[in-house]
């Protein structure tokens, strides 16, 4: 499919008139290595951590700043509280203070120097931060993010952040999972917390600073720097909105990479993988979380490009709003007509398509190349799969290949009737999309749709089915929603008809037509003719039984014979019944 990819003169052009400020949040990334030692290129959210086992330091006021700010310098020592993430306990480590830069201190702990950090380890952290990035030659990660999102907290009465390098202590080994960095709002709060678990103090450093892995992260390279960003706009998220989803906290922080110059694309590769995670439900454990990562970030990059830019995104990392409804109040802020459910819908065809000149581009990214993996593969007919089970804001891509030929492709859907859906279908020919149709369903989740020439003018159809609960609620019972679907070879449907007289009201007529299939939300159409008048016009037939059957009543005054009375039942413009008053008529 064709593709047309402008980057940006500048990642971050739009920010230069904005000034944000902040209230409050808090979180912690946990990362994991997939497969490259000393890379990291796929992370995991461990905000679920802190609302675990802390949850009520979302609740505490921000801690008053103090007095006077320590006067540091190169070679000061200093002692930290960090966490065993394996045992939960927290631990003190020794630290020097190895740079000092505009907006930052950084400290590295002394088992690591030299070791794993060096000077130019340092130097690159620094320059970073402070002064350039892959995005802006002139402008650092702290720049960059405070312009758009807003300044950090200040809860030590210094300006700058503190960004402590160690060898995070969480029983990984090379090759296996790790956790990268993270921010702790621990650090937020004055004095002595207590773990609600082990009942043990747990103590506060009482500064904005972030927790950057030495080991086996390489801190200095392109990820270990990525990390940092990331790490920083939670910092920030901090002083803003304290109970945010963490689904879209963590899209907020992998946006903020991108602006930075340092894309996510570990995450973005995970979810090429696994395209069928919830866009909105962020799992617990570590390893099933990395395509979440990746479909956040993306759901912030469709609305940068298609919803107004980087301000869309800080709209919404400063509204009080949480999840769904604080994007929603975004959307609105910025002007864009359509709400969440509308915008994921276009989203989940911008997923698998990318391609940013078919429909004016609304299902493709300028900044992102995606290549995702369709769920199910479909090459023979008839065919049909019960018990698909999605997610709430999750997808499904299932393809659908012709053999040739010049036929119809008649698709069935059957959802759980206590959850609403939205099913599209895209065509493709000569490996190019041609249209994306919209399955019409009824209330309780039944869709029917015909596409036309299949083997000819259409090569291949992917059907995209997804959950969308209303107003963000589930059903009783869970979050998953089990659907069907089955697809055959035929453009018609075939349609037994009748007219009866009414049995309650005389002068009343039935129309009746029962399709061959179920049809979905889309029912045929009647048109009667008395005399010379037509006095209903393509009006839709009433469905019953959901679409098991259809029917159409209408008066017929005395003056009229039923001779006089002409009817015809039309299906997407081919005429499927037709016939007399009196006479059983025509089925097609």
């Not at 989740?445 to 997804?466: W, Y």
């Amino acid at each position: 499919m064709q593709k047309a990819k402008q980057g940006r003169s500048s990642f971050v052009h739009q920010l230069k008139s904005s000034l944000i400020t902040f209230d409050t949040f808090h979180i912690l990334v946990i990362f994991l290595l997939t497969g490259v030692p000393t890379i990291c290129n796929a992370w995991i959210d461990g905000t679920p951590y802190f609302f675990d086992h802390f949850p009520n330091t979302i609740s505490f006021p921000s801690a008053p700043a103090q007095p006077n700010a320590p006067q540091l310098a190169v070679g000061d020592r200093r002692s930290f509280f960090s966490i065993n993430f394996k045992t939960h306990e927290q631990y003190t480590l020794q630290t020097t203070l190895r740079e000092i830069g505009k907006f930052c201190y950084i400290f590295v702990e002394d088992s690591q120097w030299r070791r794993t950090v060096h000077p130019t380890t340092v130097e690159a952290i620094r320059r970073a931060f402070d002064d350039s990035v892959p995005a802006d030659a002139s402008r650092g990660i702290y720049q960059i993010q405070t312009t758009l999102f807003g300044p950090p907290p200040d809860t030590d009465g210094d300006e700058k952040i503190y960004l402590l390098l160690l060898d995070i202590r969480d029983g990984a080994t090379v090759g296996s999972g790790f956790i990268a960095g993270f921010f702790s709002p621990i650090d937020q709060q004055r004095g002595v917390l207590r773990h609600p678990e082990l009942g043990v103090p747990i103590r506060s450093n009482e500064r904005d600073m972030l927790y950057i892995d030495t080991h086996p992260l390489n801190v200095g390279s392109t990820e270990g720097l990525g990390v940092v960003a990331h790490e920083f706009q939670h910092l920030i998220h901090w002083r803003h909105d304290r109970d945010e989803e963490v689904w879209v906290n963590e899209g907020c922080s992998d946006y903020a990479m991108f602006l930075c110059g340092y894309p996510p694309q570990g995450h973005v590769a995970q979810f090429e993988k696994r395209p069928h995670v919830s866009l909105t439900r962020w799992p617990e454990g570590s390893r099933s979380q990395l395509a979440h990562y990746g479909a956040s970030y993306l759901w912030m990059l469709y609305l940068d490009e298609h919803y107004g830019g980087p301000g869309t995104v800080a709209a919404i990392v400063r509204n009080h709003g949480n999840g769904i409804v604080g994007i929603n109040n975004a959307l609105n802020s910025r002007g864009a007509t359509k709400t969440f459910p509308a915008v994921f819908a276009d989203w989940k065809i911008a997923n698998f398509l990318d391609d940013t000149e078919f429909a004016n581009g609304l299902f493709g990214y300028r900044n992102q190349e995606l290549n995702l993996r369709p769920r199910r593969i479909h090459r023979s007919y008839p065919t049909a799969v019960d018990g698909n089970v999605l997610d709430v804001y999750a997808t499904h891509y299932i393809t659908f290949s012709a053999n040739g030929g010049d036929s119809g492709l008649s698709l069935t859907f059957v959802g759980d009737s206590r959850q609403s859906y939205d099913v599209k279908v895209i065509a493709f020919q000569g490996g190019a999309p041609i249209a994306v149709n919209n399955m019409p369903l009824t209330d309780t989740g039944r869709g029917h749709l015909i596409i036309s020439n299949f083997g000819s003018k259409v090569e291949e159809v992917i059907f995209v089915p997804s959950v969308q609960a209303k107003d963000n609620i589930l059903f009783p019972g869970g979050s998953a929603s089990s659907y069907d679907y089955n697809a055959k070879l035929g453009d018609k449907v075939e349609f037994r008809t009748w007219v009866l007289p009414n049995p309650v009201h005389p002068r009343y007529q039935d129309i009746i037509a029962i399709p061959s299939d179920g049809i979905g939300a889309t029912p045929p159409l009647i048109t009667v003719t008395i005399g010379n008048t037509v006095v209903t016009s393509g009006q839709p037939m009433t469905s019953v039984q959901d679409g098991v059957i259809y029917t159409h009543s209408f008066y017929l005054s005395p003056e009229f014979s039923p001779e006089d009375v002409k009817w015809q039942i039309s299906f997407f413009d081919e005429v499927v019944g037709e016939g007399r008053l009196g006479n059983e008529g025509i089925g097609k």
